[in-house]
């Protein structure tokens, strides 16, 4: 298999050194956004892992109307512009509709399609024709196999810089289940396949008028996808978990992260010996 790799700054998705894409679920706040960018850029700096942050302006596909889905299109861009300049890191986002894709691409360095709309064409098409790398998170309702149409949509628009990121698949009521066949499956498309550890443990709608989620099981999924060959994990952290405004439950601690990320480095590299 021929294993393309991405490109992004001075480093490569997909290469020999491990990609971690972290940050919080939501720009709920500057501070946040600032301490938790700049533990984790220490902590992968430290590691010497590849380190692009994420988080989002807006979570279009929050469980109720009265969920918090964050500062919108415009301020929340200038936040994340803040962070990219303070320091110096690479940023994904999620768009969610077409119109989004020129304006969030002059901040973003990779365009983030969420699960739930990973079919929409013409946001896949919107996304790819700005030129920046486009990471496509796979559906829940979908088959790994299925990435592969997804994938020529992006090609076909003249972007050939794509991520694929499982999540995890429905399983019952309130549940997700991961089956680790899908990392090397998505390989066969020959993008880096990345693994997000975090909404994986999500239990979606569980409590109602909001998600649920068990971080335990976090460190055991990451490892697991570390182990089954990923080139690249997902992380949703942020400084105080328990008092996020959304995805609280899945979210790991900052103060956690170091520990987990040198585990999966260790395990990502035994791999490619």
Known sequence: MNMKTVKLRDFEIGGDKLTIIAGPCAAESQEILDVTAKGLKEITKKLDI?????SSFDKANRSSIYSYRGPG?????????A??????VPIVTDIHTPDQAEPVSKVADILQIPAFLCRQTDLLVAAAKTGKIVNIKKGQFLAPEQMGTLVKKVEEA??????????GCSFGYNNL???FRAVPIMQTFEYPVVFDATHSVQLPGAQGVCS?????????LAKAAMAAGANALFFEVHPDPDKAKCDGPNMI???????????????????RK
Not at 73 to 81: A, I
């Open 83 to 88: 962070v990219k300049e303070k320091f110096d």
């Open 158 to 167: 003249g972007n050939n810089k794509i991520l694929l990121t499982d999540r």
């Open 177 to 179: 289940v991961v089956d």
């Open 73 to 81: 299109l415009e301020n929340g861009l200038e936040m994340l512009q």
């Open 212 to 220: 649920g989620g068990d971080r335990r099981f976090v460190p055991t």
């Open 50 to 54: 590849n380190f692009v942050f994420k």
């Open 253 to 271: 601690p900052l103060d956690k992260a170091e520990e987990l990320f040198h585990i999966c480095k260790d395990i990502f590299e035994l791999v």
